[in-house]
DNA sequence: TATGAGCGA
């Protein structure tokens, strides 16, 4: 025998409706028998048309783990003792069944990688040069300082030619509106010249290491003055304390004098200390 | 203790 009871619209339904809606309230009805619940409600569709939405449910014939089975069975307690088995749509929505995705099982992963909107980004790399469209940051790119890559579009430099016009610089970078330093116009930019001045001479920067804490800049160029002329000296501090961290970079104009401050330096007691001084590598992540 | 600071898309 059916047990009836009636139920209000949902609450969300509720404030959408406004408080002066005629629509019939939902009903509940549940089949002891068929162990079958149909929810009955009113609501408007998309033409604002009042429709009558029947659902029904099967209530405790579905498969599921022991443990949800048994909580299902539990007494319904409090303003809910008297509902129907199973959620109450006034105040409980169902929602549609999530299936989840679970590592192990890789076949189904394998075929939905294609429709994963991650799974595309992955292949996608997220910088690229603007310079040669590398896999890089434009600042960290090979061609940063000949502001060309190799074999720019030749056919596009021979159409501009017949423009005539300012014969400085770089024809491809030019064109492309980039900025051309001085030293890099009428013709400068050839490889070997750009290689020479680039970087702040890498080539010749050596790393001191296991410096006293006291010491100060001048006095590194006092200990390294007579090897080479010293094109920068930096003396690694903490930002926020101004505390030497003990070790420093010298940049020699000559590798060759660095070379020698090298060899002349390291293991030179200083201080209290015996300083360490090896070959500089550049520093991040190239 | 230790390979610099800063700029991004």
Redesign the pocket.
């Known amino acids: 025998m059916p047990e009836d009871s009636e139920v209000k619209p949902s609450w969300a339904e509720q404030v959408e409706w406004g408080e002066d809606e005629t629509l019939p309230p939902a009903r509940e009805d549940y089949d002891e028998k068929t162990k079958t619940k149909t929810v009955t409600e009113y609501t408007y569709n998309s033409e604002s048309k009042k429709v009558k939405v029947v659902r029904t449910y099967k209530i405790e014939t579905r498969k599921v783990a022991p443990s949800i089975a048994k909580r299902k069975a539990w007494k319904k307690f409090g303003s809910a003792s008297n509902d129907a088995p199973g959620p109450n749509p006034s105040n409980t929505i169902m929602s549609e069944e999530t299936f989840m995705q679970f590592v192990h099982s890789k076949e189904n992963l394998q075929t939905d990688a294609e429709e994963d909107p991650l799974a595309k980004l992955k292949g996608h790399k997220i910088?690229?040069?603007?310079i040669c469209k590398g896999d890089h940051?434009?600042?960290?790119c090979p061609y940063k300082d000949t502001l060309a890559p190799p074999q720019e579009n030749a056919d596009s430099d021979k159409a501009k030619e017949g423009e005539g016009g300012a014969s400085a610089g770089s024809p491809a970078a030019q064109r492309l509106g980039k900025y051309v330093p001085p030293n890099m116009r009428d013709g400068g930019n050839r490889r070997g010249e750009t290689m020479m001045g680039n970087r702040?001479d890498?080539a010749a920067?050596i790393?001191v290491?296991?410096l006293p804490e006291d010491t100060i800049e001048a006095d590194l160029q006092e200990l390294f003055r007579p090897f080479g002329s010293i094109s920068?000296i930096?003396l690694?501090?903490d930002?926020a304390t101004g505390q030497s961290?003990?070790?420093a970079?010298i940049?020699f104009h000559r590798r060759e004098d660095a070379a020698r401050a090298i060899a002349g330096v390291s293991g030179f007691g200083y201080g209290h200390l015996i300083l360490n001084v090896?070959w500089?590598?550049?520093?991040?992540t190239q």
């Open positions: 910088v690229s040069c603007r940051w434009t600042t960290k702040r890498e920067t790393r290491t296991n920068r930096y690694a501090k930002k961290k003990g070790f970079f940049n090896e500089a590598k550049p520093s991040g």
